[in-house]
């Protein structure tokens, strides 16, 4: 949009000239001496309730009359018509002010109206105004030009604006204002642009908006308007430009608006409308910008829509429209911006578009088309961003797709494609955004462009090694080639500082070798997932160089090493994920003051860890001990764990097994916090330091060694969703501070040697007898024996390690697990959209994503906890 004061401004310079020359040309002394002495002794009194006005330095210092000591009497002197921003007549009477910018800070409320009856233009933009428009505004009666935008106005329109009947300009934009728009509006039938944007003005359009005969331009958006629109607004036949987009307008579109044949640009979208396209549309054939996305729009695109040849910018994403994309759209040959995302169209891609030569922006993802591809697109040689994502598109990608040598971003990820590329691949083009995921692509790693900071193809058939060659893209920023057929090894490139990667994501492909040992200093590299491949050997200590690195995950591959104690330097990690590996060993950390001081997910679950559980590591997790710190809510604009580049934004991801089925969590949750030390051979007493993990949400410590009773202090968890004990040792009877854990959803206490009654009262009376059973001395409900009599010995739990064996090395996944099952890793922390896996989605997991989310909302938008009761020692 054109800014409505820049065109107001130029159509007035004939105005703003004659009241130049009026100013030179007019004799001093023809000024009558009283009538300007009135109206400069009113214009002072407004001065002087202004608050930043009385300074030698203010925009108004220029506005003063003589003293009354002076000898003679000059009537100039008494004349407002020398002053700043002041415009007089032939007859010295002020006609205009001009105080755009001007620093005025006050109110309205002693200007005088009723001693300016000559006044026809005020223009006071961007200026520090508040209070009410005031209803005396209505007596100046010849006023041509009024604006008063960019201040702190409140309060309702007065319907005395009714009274100005030769106003031609109204801004009252980007103030507070609020109400309705008065029908006395109606009366200003030479009104010829009215600007009411970005206050809070809200009630229906008055249908007297139709009266308006004269109006050209009509900009209402960014406010809170309701109701339909007016079908009187059709009768507006001079309308050049109509924005009333941004609210919440409901109703269709009116049909009468096809009557607009002067109409350029037409705006209503971020609305509520619902119906169809008025097919009447296509007879504006003026029109130039078209945008009616984000409403609730059905039916189908209107073929008389390709009537519209002057279109440059045609917006309908964001509804419901259905049916094929006509094939008329390709009459559209002066198209520069086409979006038609988030709708449901079906069918082909007419080849017709292929005719929009002058085409840039094509958005076409999110919708149900089908079949491949036409080759007709490869003549759009204009084209710089190219998005069909997330379609059931088929076949190969056109040959001609070579010639769009001026493409900057593709996107054809979310669709069936297949066939092969060269393993040149984009080495030759500009691409700086390169988005294949989610396909049916095979043969080797295409290689980027130079250019190309957003790499993406995951999830396809890729196969091969990755060539070192990919790092010509010297530019590159996220690079994502999960979940392919990828053999060898890391190319050392790609921990080379140089490039400046920030996400390197090459989960579950068969990569093998060590780690790069090279990762150098200033590293931007933020997320590193390298899980479910082949690697081996170490971690490599350079490692501690990635100061930004947020994630980093290792999951599943063969790698033999120590607990990497030095990863608690990384000032910035918050998940660390080791889990189904070969790690071993004690877990004896130094006593240091600060380590790991943001990770709030640590998963080291099946490995060959041992000893006692590391207290001292428990105690440092402070990422886990305040919400605050661990999960920067007041840092955070987002729900959710994610990484920007300048081109695109990367959502960090997590796998979890749950039951002994893998789910992948594509989103986590900021404040999600977890802490997995499961399937391992940890010994001893559980510490009573880790009932410090106030915000912790996922706690597993099941298949271990562990002995003593369970500590009371685990009551201090209230945000617990799920606690695993299962398979220990663990003996006494279950603390009753358990049934303090109000959002506990699942336990299992199973496999263990507890005694007593089960606790009755509050959560632990929801639990099923899964969650207790295989304990020799537990009893009462849910348990079948009732009493300490009816309680049987039970043979011991298998054991799941023997102690003078070695744990073999195969995909935990083929474990049978006794009882309810093995649940580890994280179970929430993602809008189920986002969940991927083999079995289904049960609803007690729905369940818990949904509420995890609205606590997450209300963490975000509440940062302060709530007290909690504590249980217990420290």
Known sequence: MGSPKLATLVSLLPSFALFTVLSVIIPLGAIPACASTLEAQALLKWKSSLQNQNQPTSSLSTWTLPSQNATEFNPTAASPCGWYGISCNVAGSVIGINLTSSNI???????????????????????????GVPPKIGLLTNLTYLDLSFNHLSGIIPREIGDLTKLEV??????????????????????????????????????????LSS??????????FSGSIPLELGNLTNLEEIYMDTNHLTGPIP???????????????????????????????????????????????????????????????????SGNIPDELGNLRAMLELDLTQNQLTGPIPPSLGNLTELQYLFLSSNRLSSSIPGSLGKLRAMVTLYMSGNQLTGPIPFSFGNLTRLVNLSLANNQLSGRWPTEGFSNTSLSMIALSYNKFEGPLPLPSPSTSYYSIRNN?????????????????????????????????????????????????????????????????RTLDLSQNQFEGTLPRSLVNCKNLEVLDFSNNKIEDNFPAWLGTLPELKVLILRSNNFKGHLDFPMVAHLFPKLHILDISDNNFAGPLPANLIGKLHGMMNIQIGQEVQDKSSLYMRQVSSTMTYSDSVAVIIK??????????????????????????IPNVIGHLYSLIGLNLSHNHLTGSIPPIIGNLTNLEWLDLSSNKLSG??????????????????????TGRIPQDKQLSTFTSDSFRGNMGLYGMPLQNTSLDDAQSLPPPPTFFQEDSTKERTSWFEWKVVGIGYVSGIVIGISMAYISWETGRPKWLARKVRRMERRGAKWMKKPKRKAVKFHGGR
């Open 105 to 131: 800070r006050g109110t309205l409320d002693e200007f005088p109206f009723s001693s300016l009856p000559y006044l026809t233009y005020i223009d006071v933009y961007i200026n520090e105004l508040f209070g």
């Open 255 to 321: 049909p009468p608006f096809g009557k607009l044949m002067k109409l350029r640009e037409l705006h209503v979208f971020d609305n509520e409308l619902t119906g169809s396209i008025p097919p009447e549309l296509g007879n504006l054939r003026l029109l130039r910008r078209l945008s009616l996305y984000y409403n609730n729009l059905t039916g189908s695109i209107p073929s008389t829509l390709g009537n519209l040849t002057d279109l440059t910018l045609f917006y309908l994403y964001g509804n419901q429209l």
């Open 170 to 211: 109204l801004h009252l934009l980007s103030n507070k204002l609020n109400g309705s728009i008065p029908g006395e509006i109606g009366q200003l039938r030479m009104l010829n642009e009215l600007a009411l944007y970005s206050n809070q003005l809200d009630g229906s359009l008055p249908s007297s908006l139709g009266n």
């Open 461 to 525: 058939k890729i196969e091969g090694k990755i060539s070192s060659s990919i790092c010509i893209a010297t530019h590159l920023s996220i690079l994502l080639l999960s979940n392919n057929s990828l053999t060898g090894s890391l190319p050392e490139c790609l921990s080379n500082s140089v490039i400046g990667l920030l996400v390197l994501n090459l989960r579950s492909n068969r990569l093998s070798g060590t780690i790069p040992v090279r990762f150098l200093l200033r590293s931007s590299l």
């Open 660 to 685: 002994g089925n893998e789910i992948r969590l594509e989103r986590i949750l900021t404040i999600f916090t977890t802490l997995d030390l499961s399937l391992n051979s940890f010994e001893g007493n």
């Open 733 to 754: 009877r279950i603390p009753r501070e358990l049934g303090d854990l109000a959002f506990l959803e699942y336990l299992n206490l199973s496999e263990n040697q507890l």
């Open 215 to 224: 109006l050209a331009r009509l900009y209402i958006y960014n406010n809170s």
